[in-house]
């Protein structure tokens, strides 16, 4: 008994275990069978032609094989979207003929039939018509209605409408007639009412077109709008339509999606004023972006938009400074354009230079011989053509100067960088009692009143610059630690005056020399400043370079740059060139010698730092004393330049 019983246990439980397993080894359920035709069903007149389906199936497709004698399918399979046509020949029976057709897709059917109508006939009168039932009415944008006539003569059609325009006015037996509807554009029904007739026989045909409430919507003012390359938020459209405003829709259509979206619609100050809002992204490619806005009402009502956003403009050169040769040559620049522009010379191009074209991406000038003893410049104006309603147009200025080749040819463009010296060998600029700081410099940037530019030195030790607050952002200060304190820490001891100014554009040699407790500024070899200090009795720029970061209420230590202190705005925007240090305070009469100022011998006594800004290439200022303290950097631009 138990041994039965444990056999019973086993054998229901492999039924069980069985059936777990046929479960999940169950494959999905197949797609459902679907097939649908269009049309269902189609009538053809007695003198036969052709009618055609489009099959729409979730497989492949049968048709039944329904032979006879006056239809012929194109095919008897298929797949989904075929078309199959059906051939059907006159009817020579006085009796209308249907066949039936049944497509098939596994195991769903649809049905198909076609009316051959009947031939007239040929012993008494016969005048009847056939259309699909309700193709005659029609909504109020109009249509078409087909109408097959069957005749034992010739018949006319009776009837005059400015709205209907039939494709025939007589015919005979067979022949199919198409009237065309106009649109309603009344509140009320369209009727026009027809008689085909043949001998005394009459058939009436009744075409109604409906009417209703005609919407109308137009946008007021400008259909085309253009705008500049910034965000725009809340573009309002305004438009006049008797269209609900909840009802609107926009369909924005664009090669670039996303840039232009519809924002909220609301109620105008009158019943039929309404505005649409729209919301633009900012254009940071290179090119415009068109966007076309449909604006529809559900039962009528449509106006197009068209938009466009410019890209922000760009007319960009390589160098802006051109030095030319003394003999007469053409100079060709490259220009990366975005817009139009155009070019104009400056009245002191005269006759001597010559804007010839812009092709192929390059500006086109010819220039001719210098004459001996002479120098010459002018400029080229590139100005944007047609710039966005309400921005300025963007203008370049390229500068030429002719004269024979100076000292200097290479310039070093400090804009949007910094160096540093790394002090490899630290010890000839370490706790300096006297010494001298030089540069060439050109400031190519007009900034604010106020603005700070930094030539070379260390924030809140011994720093040379222009600006500060209360002077002119273009003339010289110097800046030291006086050793004094006040509510914010050491107070600076400072040196400058009306006379210190440098002019935008022009290259200004300055030199600051301190010394047995007196600080000097001279600007292009004459001494136009000095104060005397007892504080600091020297200082010491040889600090180690580094990032001048620290953890917050830990002190910054300080470092020797160029082009930069303290925070990036007090950065040096234009070209530097003969950077020096020297271990001495140089005198009046060395200083005024102009030939130093654009080269001196890299052995001269005193000289420790030496960085002439004449690489031309690359990321390092090269260090030409024998220290070898060269600069590092932010990433250099190089300028050609002709000094003096």
């Known amino acids: 008994m138990k041994i039965a019983k444990w056999f019973l246990f086993a054998a229901t439980a492999l039924v069980l275990c069985g059936a777990c397993d046929d479960k999940d080894n169950e494959e999905p359920a197949p797609a459902p069978d679907k097939i649908a035709i269009t049309p269902k069903t189609a009538n053809v007149s007695s003198k036969g032609g052709e009618a055609s389906v489009m099959v729409s199936s979730s497989g492949q497709w049968t048709l039944s094989d329904n032979t006879n004698d006056y239809v012929t399918p194109s095919a008897l399979k298929g797949k989904d979207g075929d078309i199959v ?44 018509i056939a259309f699909v039932p309700e193709s005659n009415i029609l909504p ?11 005749s034992s003569d010739e018949w006319t059609l009776e009837g005059s409408y400015t709205f209907v325009h039939p494709s025939a006015a007589t015919g005979s037996d067979g022949a ?17 009412d027809y008689v085909f007739k043949m001998g005394s026989k009459s058939v009436p045909f009744r075409i ?52 232009l979206t519809k924002g909220v619609t609301v109620q105008g100050a009158t019943e039929t004023e309404v505005i649409m809002y729209f919301d633009m992204t900012q254009n940071d490619g290179l090119g415009s ?33 051109y030095y030319l040769e003394v003999k007469g040559s053409t100079i060709e620049i490259p220009v990366t354009a975005n817009v139009g522009f155009d070019v104009t010379l400056s009245e002191s191009a005269g ?17 001719q011989d210098l004459p001996e003893g002479t120098i010459r410049s002018c400029t080229a104006t590139l100005t944007e053509k047609e710039p966005a309603a309400g921005t300025q147009p963007l203008t370049v200025v390229l500068m030429f100067s002719q004269k024979t080749k100076g000292m200097i040819s290479t310039a070093v463009n400090m804009t949007g960088t910094r160096a540093w010296p790394a002090w490899t060998d630290p010890a000839p600029v370490t706790n300096m009692s006297a010494f001298t700081l030089e540069a060439l410099v050109n400031p190519t940037v007009s900034r604010t009143s106020g603005s700070l530019s930094t030539i070379m030195g260390i924030e809140g030790k011994f720093l040379v610059r222009l600006g500060d607050v209360g002077i002119p952002w273009n003339q010289v200060q110097v800046c030291w630690d006086s050793g004094k304190q006040g509510t914010w820490g050491n107070i600076e001891g400072k040196l400058s005056n009306s006379n210190m100014k440098v002019n935008l554009n022009e290259w200004t040699h300055i030199a600051v020399t301190f010394g047995e407790g007196t600080v000097k500024v001279f600007i292009n070899g004459e001494e136009k400043g000095s104060t005397t200090t007892d504080v600091p009795a020297s200082v010491n720029f040889g600090i180690t370079h580094n990032d001048e970061q620290a953890p917050q209420g830990q002190p910054i230590t300080r470092c020797f740059w160029v082009g930069y202190s303290y925070e990036s705005v007090r950065d040096f925007r234009g070209m530097m060139s003969e950077l020096r240090i020297w271990n001495r305070a140089l005198t009046a009469s060395e200083l005024a010698e102009e030939a130093r100022r654009y080269d001196v011998d890299p052995k001269a006594d005193g000289l420790v730092t030496y960085w002439k800004c004449d690489e031309g290439q690359g990321d390092v200022i090269k260090d030409y004393t024998s220290y070898r303290n060269d600069l590092a950097s932010d990433g250099l631009k190089w300028e050609p330049v002709s000094l003096p």
Not at 96 to 118: M, P, R, V
Not at 180 to 191: G, H, L, S
């Open 140 to 150: 109020r944008e109009g249509g078409n209605v087909s109408v097959l006539v069957t």
């Open 289 to 321: 972006r068109e966007a076309s806005v449909k604006i529809t009402g559900p039962k009528g009502g449509e106006d197009i938009l068209k938009v466009k956003q410019m890209p922000q403009s760009r007319i960009e050169v390589a160098e802006t400074s």
């Open 85 to 128: 046509k059906f051939t059907v020949k006159a009817n020579d029976k006085e009796e209308d003929q249907t066949f039936n057709y049944t497509f098939t897709c596994g195991k769903e059917t649809a049905s198909y039939a076609i009316t051959l109508k009947k031939r007239a006939s040929q012993t008494e009168e016969q005048l009847e």
């Open 208 to 259: 109604t077109v409906k009417g209703g409430v005609i919407y109308t919507l137009e946008i007021v003012g400008e259909k085309e709008l253009k705008f500049a390359y910034t965000k725009q938020d809340k573009i309002a459209v305004t438009l006049n339509t008797n269209v609900p405003y909840r009802d609107l829709a926009a369909e924005i259509t664009s090669t670039e999606e996303g840039w």
């Open 176 to 192: 199919e007639v198409t009237f065309a509807v106009d649109p309603n554009e009344t509140e009320e029904d369209k009727v026009a």
């Open 351 to 367: 006759d001597w230079f010559k804007y010839n074209s812009f092709a192929d991406g390059k500006l086109k000038f010819t220039y």
